[in-house]
C-alpha cells in the first residue's frame, strides 16, 4: 500500500495548502519567465518545501504545461514525480554531506540538460551540508548556466551561510494552521473510507503542530492500527500516547488537590512503562482544549485551568533536565496539586510546621541558640518558598531531601546515602548555594556538605510528602 502522505501529495500549485506568498512569487516567476537560479525554502518540516520544488522541476520541463501548472501526464512529469528524471536531481544533505555529490553537481551543471528544458537540483536539508562542500556549492550558485535552477530546502535557516543565502531568493515556509491539516485528513478520510471521528482528527490535526506530513503520517498509523470506528480513545492507543481517562483522572486529582490519588495515577503510568512527559503534555493539551469545548470536561474556572497549565508545563521542563524524574514528577505533582486543595490543607500544613518549630526550640539549651535557630529556620524556609516559586528546582528538590542545619556559624546540609546523586549535583552547585544562602541570611556564609550512610527509597520520600500533604478523610 501507497503511503498516504505520498499518495495525497500535492501534484499541482493549486493543491498545495497554504504558503499562498511562496506560490505567488514563483507563479509569478514562472508567467514571466524569470525563474531564479537559486531558491532557499526555510522552514519547519512537513510544511510543503520539497513538494513545492518538485512542483517547479515539472512546471520548468513539462511537455505540455497548462499556464503554470505541470500536466502531470507527459514523460517528463511522470519521471520527476517517480524520481527517475535525469535533469532534476534530489540530494538529502541529511545522509550526504559529503564534498564530493557536491563537486559532481558543480561538474555537471554546465552540461545541457539532458532530457528537459531546465536541471532542477532540490537539495533538502541544506544546512547539514560540510564546509567545503558549502563553498564548492557556492562556485556554482556564483556563475549559474542559465538552465540550471537550484532549490534549497532547510529546516534550520540560520546554520546556512550567509554567503549562499544571498545568492538565493530566500522564501519563509510557515506552519500549516490546525484548520487546514484537519480539513485536509476529513478530504482524505473520506477518500480512503476511513471511519473517524472529529474529536481525534482534531487531536491528530494539533498534534501534527504545522506539519501535513506527520498529520498523514499518524493518520495512517491510527488507520492500520485500528478496527471499526477511530475516536479520541484509538487514537490515544495507535500513537502510544496515555489513555485519555488516565490524563484526566491525573488532571482530576491535581483539580482537587487528592495527592494521594496523583501518586496512585503516577504509579499507574510509571508501571504500564510510560513517560511522564507524555503524560504531562497530553495533560497540558487537554487542559487548553477543554478551554475551547462547549462542554467542559474540567470542573475549573478559566484562570485555574490557566494556571495549572502554566505550572504543569513548568514542571514538564524540571522533568526534561533532571536525572530522577520520577520523584521530581512526583514532588512537582503534589506541589501543584496542593495550591488547589482549598483550606483544610494549608491550614494543616501551617500546622504542622508551627510543631516543628516549636519542638526544635525547645531542644535548643540556651536562648540566644534558641533564637538563633529560629532565625535561621524562618530565613530557610523563605528560601525554599523562594526556590520553588521562580528558582533552581534541582536546589529545591535537593534541600526538601536533606537535613539542613546552622552549626558553628556554617551552614550544614547532610544527604543520607540514597540522595548521593543530590550530594553530587549541590557539590557541583556549591558556589550557587552558598550565594542562596549568604544573601538570604545577609551574611558571607560557607556550606558543608555531608553523605551519611542511612538508606532511604524513593518511595519513602513521597509518603513522607504524601503524609505532610494528605487530605483528612
Ligand atoms: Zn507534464
Known sequence: MEVLYRKYRPKTFSEVVNQDHVKKAIIGAIQKN???????????????KTTLARILAKSLNCENREGVEPCNRCRSCREIDEGTFMDVIELDAASNRGIDEIRRIRDAVGYRPMEG?????????????????????????????????????TTNLEKVPPTIISRCQVFEFRNIPDELIEKRLQEV????????????????????AGGMRDALTMLEQVWKFSEGKIDLETVHRALGLIPIQVVRDYVNAILSGNVRKVFTVLDDVYYSGKDYEVLIQEAVEDLVDDLEREERVYNASTSEIVQVSRQLLNLLREIKFAEEKRLVCRVGSAYISTRFSGEKVLEKTKASNADNDQNNAQESTTKEEKDKDIEFEERFKELMEELKEKGDLSIFVALSLSEVSFEDGKVVVTFDSSKAMHYELMKKKLPELENLFSKKLGKRVEVELRLMGKEETVEKVSQKILKLFEQEG
Open 117 to 153: 528544458k531546465y536541471k532542477v537540483y532540490i537539495i533538502d536539508e541544506v544546512h547539514m551540508l560540510t564546509k567545503e562542500a558549502f563553498n564548492a556549492l557556492l562556485k556554482t550558485l556564483e556563475e549559474p548556466p542559465s538552465h540550471v535552477v537550484f532549490v534549497l530546502a
Open 34 to 48: 524569470s525563474v531564479a537560479h537559486g531558491y532557499i525554502f526555510a522552514g519547519p518540516r512537513g510544511t510543503g
Open 189 to 208: 478520510a473520506r477518500a480512503e473510507g476511513i471511519d473517524i471521528d472529529d474529536e481525534a482528527l482534531r487531536f491528530i490535526a494539533r498534534r501534527a
